[in-house]
């Protein structure tokens, strides 16, 4: 079964796998950092689980569980 960012639970650190999604979207992604191999430390998730705060490269980022459903994870 194919683990995403979204099914990753607050306090974790994970490592992205595979990027989902297309142009606009995938670019989106790359130019946030997120790339296959970076590790990904799931800092926060809202109390109705959107959105949910991720620290990459030393920054932190808020994205959508939408969003974190086109990350694949490992």
């Not at 650190?13 to 799931?42: H, Y």
């Not at 998730?45 to 990350?71: C, F, Q």
Request: charged share 30%.
């Amino acid at each position: 079964m194919v683990q995403t960012l979204r099914d990753i639970c607050c306090g974790k650190t994970v490592t992205v796998s595979a990027v989902r999604g297309k142009g606009a979207i995938k670019r989106r992604f790359m130019d946030m950092g997120i790339t296959k191999g970076t590790p990904v430390f799931v800092r926060k998730v809202a109390p109705l689980g959107d959105p949910i705060e991720i620290s990459v490269r030393g920054y932190e980022l808020t994205i959508r569980k939408a969003d974190a459903e086109m990350i694949e994870v490992i």
